[in-house]
């Protein structure tokens, strides 16, 4: 699996720069690989990413991978973004999901104006945001902003974020909802509820922002409904990566982790199956019988489908971008879909790996459990269902009005 993929990595069609961007930071990304399995108990114990983990991302300059060149960052494309963060799941799933989520984050920043870019990365390149983008909050103009109050749930990266990107709904002086816009806030003028108990995706830190009629200026506010249109503050047009299409390109980094979390299981159900026998059955070992090998085999098929779905999600945002464009509603509401079906083939490939693997899964010393936990946990997450991407996608193929959401 790992030479086919490598095989495929290395065929992409991406400019030079780019293709050497994106083997520079997965090779840094797998030179880790040791440390997070090192600490990947301790960070499902602790319910934290070890602050080991979070060092050796910084200092790999991981968390600059969507930074923009102009503050010392990577200013990564989006497939870049998914074999990164793919990698680093192979170690540890929690660390790699707040990376990812951390890194869209950076991208989201990178859209406002010039002085919330400089408010964050121009006071410190390394800044690390965490955010939801859900209306969870209120807010009531202002002179020159808005004050903002709102709990957010499932805030990814909060442990170790300075910075908030929260959604919320402007309402007028009767509480008439007027608009929905993403804030930018400092860490320390919020609070961090601890709420994030799971059994999966354990280090995360998706706990609940709170805030309390914080004043935001208008400048760190972001429209949603002109994000949804492509249309951000940035004056910085020559920067494609940061006119990339809204919903496809956040909906598609969550693919990341599940790639590099179905690899690692893979790998680790293979390299043991010779040393495993099947309980109740003559096989002294896993690979002698025909039964498992058509398992394996077709565990290997799903996973290696949802890779390329989720390749031509990121691909077709790429070149997009690069074209200066905005995608259509029929290809962004396929990369709803394709990301959608990626994460249930891992996750159909997940039952079936821990099937053929045996009960021994669920012994705590035994690193497939915690995958299967931490990926069970992640596809949950509601922009990725396959159910309602499939619905939207099948929408938009028959021409029929897409009601359900505006997120495409």
Not at 66 to 88: D, I, Q
Not at 144 to 164: C, I, M
Not at 286 to 297: G, Y
Request: some cysteine; overall charge neutral; hydrophobic content about 40%.
């Amino acid at each position: 699996m790992s030479q086919q993929h490598n095989e495929i990595f290395r065929r992409a069609t991406d400019d030079g720069d780019e293709l050497a961007l994106r083997m520079d930071l997965v090779s840094r990304a797998r030179e880790l690989t040791p440390l997070l399995r090192k600490n990947a108990e301790r960070t499902d114990a602790d319910r934290r990413v070890v602050e080991e983990n979070v060092q050796a991302l910084k200092d790999a300059g991981l968390f600059r991978m969507m930074v923009p060149k102009r503050y010392g960052g990577h200013e990564a494309g989006f497939r870049t973004n998914l074999e990164v963060t793919s990698a680093v799941a192979e170690g540890c799933g929690s660390t790699s999901w707040i990376l990812n989520l951390i890194s869209i984050n950076a991208w989201g920043i990178s859209l406002m104006s010039r002085q919330a870019q400089d408010d964050v990365f121009g006071a410190n390149p390394d800044s690390r945001a965490a955010g939801v983008l859900s209306p969870a909050g209120t807010g009531r103009r202002t002179d020159g902003g808005v004050r903002v109050t709102g709990k957010w749930y499932f805030a990814s990266g909060s442990l170790h974020a300075n910075w908030g990107m929260v959604g919320f709904t402007e309402v007028g002086v009767n509480d008439e909802p007027l608009g929905q816009y993403l804030a930018l806030i400092p860490v320390e003028e919020m609070t961090i509820e601890d709420t994030w108990f799971t059994v999966g995706m354990r280090g995360s830190g998706s706990n609940c922002f709170v805030a309390q009629d914080v004043y935001v200026p208008d400048h760190r506010i972001l429209s949603v409904a002109s994000a949804l249109e492509g249309d951000y503050p940035t004056p910085f047009k020559n920067e494609p990566v940061y006119q990339t299409s809204f919903i496809p390109a956040a909906t598609i980094v969550l693919a990341g982790p599940q790639l590099g979390l179905a690899r690692a299981a893979l790998r680790h159900v293979i390299e043991t199956a010779g040393k495993r026998s099947i309980a109740y059955t003559s096989y002294a070992k896993q690979t002698d019988s025909t039964a498992f090998q058509l398992q394996i085999a077709d565990a290997a098929m799903k996973i290696d489908a949802a890779h390329l779905m989720a390749w031509r999600c990121t691909d077709a945002i790429d070149a997009a971008a690069k074209r200066g464009s905005q995608l259509d509603l029929l290809t962004r509401a396929r990369c709803r879909a394709d990301t959608g079906y990626a994460v249930q083939q891992v996750t159909e490939a997940l039952q079936i790996l821990v099937s053929a693997h045996g009960a021994g899964t669920f012994a705590q010393t035994n690193p497939l459990q915690r995958i299967w936990r931490d990926s069970n946990t992640g596809a949950r997450h509601a922009i990725v269902m396959p159910v309602v991407n499939t619905e939207i996608y099948g929408k938009a193929l028959l021409g029929v009005e897409t009601n359900i959401t505006p997120l495409i």
